[in-house]
């Protein structure tokens, strides 16, 4: 079975300031791993995703997650935030190598502040 | 490309009415999904499709029916529309392998 815990259900930072939003996860298989965007109204975007390659992976925006095996771990990190993050964010599993059903964690919303 | 394409953008349904939520890929993408989000929650699968002329059930089916009869369709259908199926439904295409495309979103209200 695979599940996805996202830590924080909201998090607040200044612009400027780092973005972490933490992700842990559950898989009985090798898992893939993504991290998707929603702005307001909008559809999801795919931001990044890990599938075994490089355990850190770089996404759009100047995102990137980096997968960590022993902690099961899996969370967003953005060095500068911006105005335009402001969204909800979904840290997302599914099996790797095979197109499955993929499971949504409950989401992230991050605020920025001027 | 337009990618994920869904009809309508907004509905308001009155309760036991039926209605069909469109979805259209011009990826040809084998797999096809229908998502519901929740207020507050992440996505719940409904029901997806691994090619033309198969489907599957996925997490909360019940209430909903769809039909793949193309690579490039798959339709959401409602029969008795219920309040607790207020919600924003989002169509989603993949690949084999690969990352899922999502569609705009439909969201849908019923009264």
């Known amino acids: 079975a695979q599940s996805v815990t996202q830590l924080d259900s909201h998090v607040s930072v200044s612009e400027g300031t780092p973005v972490l939003l933490r992700c842990n996860y559950s898989?009985?298989?090798?898992?893939?791993l993504f991290w998707y965007v929603q702005h307001p109204n909008k559809g999801l975007q795919l931001l990044l995703k890990?599938?075994?390659?490089?355990?850190l992976v770089k996404g759009i925006n100047g995102f990137e997650a980096e997968f960590k095996k022993s902690e099961t771990s899996f969370h967003l990190t953005k060095p500068s935030a911006h105005m335009s993050d402001a969204a909800e964010y979904f840290c997302?599993?599914?099996?790797?190598?095979?197109?499955?059903?993929?499971?949504f964690g409950t989401g992230t919303r991050l605020q920025v502040f001027p | 490309n337009a990618g994920v394409t869904q009809t309508p953008k907004f509905r308001i349904l009155k309760i036991g009415q039926s209605m069909t939520l469109q979805c259209t890929q011009d990826?040809?993408?084998?797999?096809m999904y229908w998502y519901r989000q929740d207020p507050g929650m992440g996505l719940k699968l409904i029901y997806y499709?691994?090619?033309?002329?198969?489907?599957d059930k996925g997490e909360v089916p019940n209430g909903y029916n769809v039909s793949r009869s193309t690579t490039e369709d798959f339709p959401l259908r409602l029969e008795l529309a219920a309040p607790s199926q207020t919600s924003v439904y989002f169509c989603?295409?993949?690949?084999?392998?690969?990352?899922?495309?999502f569609g705009p979103g439909t969201r849908l209200t019923v009264l």
């Open positions: 989603a295409s993949s690949p084999l392998v690969g990352a899922w495309f």
């Open positions: 898989s009985s298989y090798s898992p893939s």
């Open positions: 890990y599938t075994s390659a490089a355990t």
């Open positions: 997302v599993v599914s099996r790797s190598y095979n197109t499955d059903k993929l499971i």
């Open positions: 990826m040809n993408h084998n797999y």
């Open positions: 499709s691994v090619g033309a002329g198969i489907t």
